[in-house]
């Protein structure tokens, strides 16, 4: 299955004797397995969210359950990345997406039919695990199939297109799901799904890996979990709860185990992490546009979707409908990619990237007032092309940065980004934006004047005395009779209402 000199065209060791050999039609056929798998990574990501009430009263599950059930795969997910992408150089990276894609299947199967939350929560965290091996392991075969520079661009932009384009159609998908199926549909939707991939990468992907691979090491990964999953969860228990005793050891316990990190993989001869690239301006320049990227765009499809089914009444499916264009224009950044790259170069296209995108946010900003939806869907189109450009050149840089055999690595790391970017946009954002929600709502405190000048109530109150009854004639019984119009002696009052009066 591993060979140590594969051909230069899909081969995972470098060989600088050969120049870069176009891709041909089985690398693009590769390369649409990968996307399709990294796309339905993204529409799980956001499509539980409306799955949440569903759930909850099926598996009468907890405040705290729930909390779980929505955070325990982003958990797993950035916990993992770093150590998966290493191991991913080392064992074979074909041979850990088929185990990712495998495992992901199984844990989406036992999601759909968890009978109890506690068995939905191991069965997230598990997707999250399989999904850490997912994420990178693609990445990397992208990098080391497509060896031409310009066609490897374009193959990242389909890439980030299936990334950030899965991002936005998870809430058009759940919508769909669920007005016809009941919540488990939104995970049993990935099983016809994974096979097809599955079935793909093993009779398309190469395998590759690192030849000079050392061994794993373990406290390196331990050490990694320790600095990710307590900053996560720092970040996601502030944006909750706010600023308290707990979030902050978990961030003092982040930031210790990072700087235990970091001297342990300069003492050591093969790292996990080459931490000697964030010394090079460019690349720790491009990981935080990454970062921003993901964290505008995440922040963006979370409030914008409660935006259009909250103020403007629109159901979840036609939610998902309305922002399309961000989608389909990220989509059409793979057609220009390639062209604007190479005539401004990464950091100019990077800077006008973001011009683009912040261009857009300022139109939705402008709009969200006005009736119509053109002003939105311009704005929406705007995000979409800076987002998209801005995501394919952080990660076709991020990528060039290293070797070929260690494109794994590299992909984490870039992945990375992507998870951090996705929990501090939620996170930051729904801060200021709770914040300034209750900035703007009015002053209520002069209602309660009134109240005020009134006398206290005693409690209990006073006893009250019960009115005499007045005097009243007695009765007397039958009733006299009531003349009628028609000469009938008959006690009823009415005529009509006497069997012996004419009707």
Request: aromatic content about 6%; overall charge positive; hydrophobic content about 55%.
């Amino acid at each position: 299955m591993t060979s140590a000199t594969p051909s230069p065209s899909v081969g995972a060791t470098p060989d600088t004797s050969h120049r870069p050999v176009r891709a041909g039609a089985r690398q693009w056929a590769v390369l649409g397995a990968l996307t399709l798998a990294v796309t339905l990574l993204a529409v799980d990501g956001t499509v539980l969210a409306l799955a949440m009430p569903a759930l909850t009263a099926d598996l009468g599950a907890t405040s705290t359950e729930v909390l779980w059930i929505g955070d325990a795969y982003s958990f797993a997910l950035a916990g993992l990345l770093i150590s998966m992408g290493t191991l991913a150089d080392r064992i074979g990276r074909r041979r850990l997406l088929l185990i990712g894609v495998a495992g992901f299947g199984l844990a989406s199967l036992a999601a759909a039919f968890a009978p109890t939350a506690g068995w939905l929560i191991a069965a997230r965290v598990l997707l999250g695990v399989a999904g850490a091996t997912l994420m990178p392991s693609t990445l990397s075969i992208v990098r080391n199939v497509f060896t031409d520079p310009a066609q490897r661009t374009r193959a990242i932009a389909v890439w980030s297109a299936g990334a950030s384009g899965g991002a936005a159609l998870g809430p058009l998908v759940g919508g769909v799901l669920l007005e016809h199926y009941w919540w488990g549909s939104v995970f049993v939707i990935n099983l016809p799904i994974m096979l097809l991939v599955l079935i793909s990468v093993a009779l398309l992907v190469p395998e590759s890996r690192n030849p000079a691979a050392a061994r794993f090491d373990l406290v390196s990964a331990a050490l990694s979990v320790a600095a990710i999953v307590p900053l996560v969860w720092a970040v996601k228990h502030t944006a909750k709860s706010g600023i308290d005793v707990a979030g902050l050891l978990a961030a003092a316990l982040s930031v210790g185990a990072a700087l235990v990190f970091v001297r342990r993989q300069r003492a050591l001869r093969t790292p996990l992490v080459d931490v000697t690239l964030f010394a090079r301006p460019a690349f720790t320049g491009t990981i935080l546009v990454s970062l921003i990227t993901i964290f505008a765009f995440s922040g963006l499809l979370f409030f914008f979707s409660q935006y259009l089914q909250l103020v403007r009444g629109h159901s979840p499916l036609e939610a998902g409908l309305r922002e399309l264009p961000a989608t389909l224009a990220s989509i059409a950044v793979v057609v220009v990619a390639v062209r604007i790259i190479a005539r401004l170069g990464v950091g100019r296209a990077l800077a006008a990237a973001l011009l683009v995108a912040a261009a857009g946010l300022g139109v939705l900003a402008i709009t969200e007032g006005a009736a119509g939806y053109a002003g939105l869907a311009a704005g929406l189109i705007l995000v979409g092309l800076g987002i998209g450009m801005a995501f394919t050149a952080s990660t076709d840089a991020i990528l060039s940065a290293v070797p070929r055999e260690r494109a794994g690595a590299a992909s984490a790391i870039s992945e990375m980004s992507y998870e951090l970017g996705v929990a501090l946009g939620i996170a930051l954002l729904g801060t200021l934006h709770m914040a300034l929600y209750r900035a703007g709502l009015p002053d209520l405190s002069g209602l309660n004047a009134p109240r005020a000048r009134r006398s206290p109530t005693r409690w209990p109150p006073a006893p009250r005395p019960w009115p005499a009854p007045a005097s009243r004639a007695p009765r007397s019984w039958p009733p006299p009779a009531t003349p009628s119009p028609t000469g009938c002696r008959s006690p009823r009052s009415s005529p009509r209402s006497c069997w012996r009066c004419p009707r």
